[in-house]
């Protein structure tokens, strides 16, 4: 309770950036059991965790540009972290931004836009493959768009979502991606990039792509 006082507070303080509504709904959404979870879950907020993985990303990309035998693991590595990044991104932090920001729609929006295009790349890329021929083109153009996407993020949402909503929300947020992490879809589906298809079919094609995913590493070893 002492923690949602406290969030009140604070929304207070960056009401330009937050409808009134909006501050006592997201302060009003984590009940105490959800809290628990949350703590069980390491209490890390959203935008930390999302941050810490934007540097994983960025240090994956260099990794997965390495020549020898452990490109193939590498490769498969950021094609990882990127699918269920950008999967937890468009089921829970979008929305979020987009009902709790000001002009938080036309951001979410742009966003989404990007992740569609950088989507897009990132399927052409998955189809080449870490031995085919032009895989080094299309890793820095994917490196480029997801660079320029994720300090966007950064700068526009997350700095945003940091001062508007709740500190309780926003570790609420952590635990939601992480469960979504969990299961998400480990390779990129050009389809598959808004809150209601990563909540409705992600759970399948998340375990699908697992599925497929040992079964490669087993023919490979
Ligand atoms: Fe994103
Ligand atoms: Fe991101």
Known sequence: MGMLRKTAGTSTATKPL????????????????????????????????????????????????LPGPWRRRNF?????????????????????????LRHGSELAQRRITEEKEAKQLLVALWRTGPNGAGYLRRLNQVRRAVARHAAREEREEFAALRKAVS?????????????????????????????AANKLVAPVLGPLDRTLDAVRHRMAS
Not at 169 to 195: C, D, F, I, S
């Open 18 to 65: 937050l409808t009134a509504k909006a501050t006592v709904r997201a302060a009003k959404t984590v009940p105490a059991r959800s809290l628990q979870v949350v703590r069980t879950l390491g209490g890390e907020n959203v935008v930390d965790v999302l941050t810490r993985q934007h540097r994983q990303i960025r240090l994956g990309f260099l990794q997965a540009a």
């Open 76 to 100: 498969d590595r950021l094609m990882r972290l990127l699918a269920v990044h950008e999967a937890a991104e468009e089921a829970h932090v979008h929305p979020v931004a987009r009902r709790a």
């Open 167 to 195: 500190p309780a929300r926003l570790r609420m947020l952590g635990a939601e991606v992480k469960l979504t992490q969990a299961y998400a879809p480990t390779r990129p589906h050009r389809w598959v990039n808004n809150e």
